[in-house]
T-cell receptor
């Protein structure tokens, strides 16, 4: 089975500093990887995905992620964090039967 | 990308009763998924719903507790039956969309008292 892991429950950064949210994956074959964000009392919003192609994927709201096959990682990054980026972030992988399997989630807090 | 309308957005229910959650998609989709998100937790897949066939349930979830209907390619319902406080969660539907990312409904926040 495919799986992803988010090793950090929480990430705290100051506004304007770089933000990184970590994700590692375990898959057989080529991975289909996703990042989602969930704001309080809201559904999940799609940020970006990696299917194939360039290892650096650019997504919504200034986020990007780097697919690293040798390290089996797909870390989410933003060069300059905003207070409004404070939310719950999920990494996900598509399984062979098309369902998504999610990581435990990382709570990001950006302080002013 | 697909747009999903999920209803109700929230509800408070008495234990022992049932609640049916609806998801309407603005385009035809083959696969729909139902997830549960318990407070402070990640998303757990309940079942996959394909039109014209019975839903496929994940380990730990059974049809008697979470019956699902999928009458056509744009609509699905999830019923939470004989509810207990442990069923208090957010329930979300989702549709497959590899090209644009899977889309999620806004969720149903269920509180069982």
């Amino acid at each position: 089975a495919q799986s992803v892991a988010q090793p950090e429950d929480q990430v705290n950064v100051a506004e304007g500093n770089p933000l990184t949210v970590k994700c590692t994956y375990s898959v057989s074959g080529n991975p289909y990887l996703f990042w989602y964000v969930q704001y309080p009392n809201r559904g999940l919003q799609f940020l970006l995905k990696y299917i194939t192609g360039d290892n650096l994927v650019k997504g919504s709201y200034g986020f990007e992620a780097e697919f690293n096959k040798s390290q089996t990682s797909f870390h989410l990054k933003k060069p300059s964090a905003l207070v409004s980026d404070s939310a719950l972030y999920f990494c996900a992988v598509r399984e062979d039967d098309y369902k998504l399997s999610f990581g435990a989630g990382t709570t990001v807090t950006v302080r002013a | 990308s697909a747009v999903i309308s999920q209803k109700p957005s929230r509800d408070i229910c008495q234990r022992g009763t049932s609640l049916t959650i609806q998801c309407q998609v603005d385009s035809q989709v083959t696969m729909m998924f139902w997830y549960r998100q318990q407070p402070g937790q990640s998303l757990t897949l309940i079942a996959t719903a394909n039109q014209g066939s019975e839903a496929t349930y994940e380990s730990g979830f059974v049809i008697d507790k979470f019956p699902i209907s999928r009458p056509n390619l744009t609509f699905s319902t999830l019923t939470v039956s004989n509810m207990s406080p442990e069923d208090s969660s957010i329930y979300l539907c989702s549709v497959e969309g590899l090209s644009y990312g899977y889309t999620f409904g806004s969720g149903t926040r269920l509180t069982v008292v």
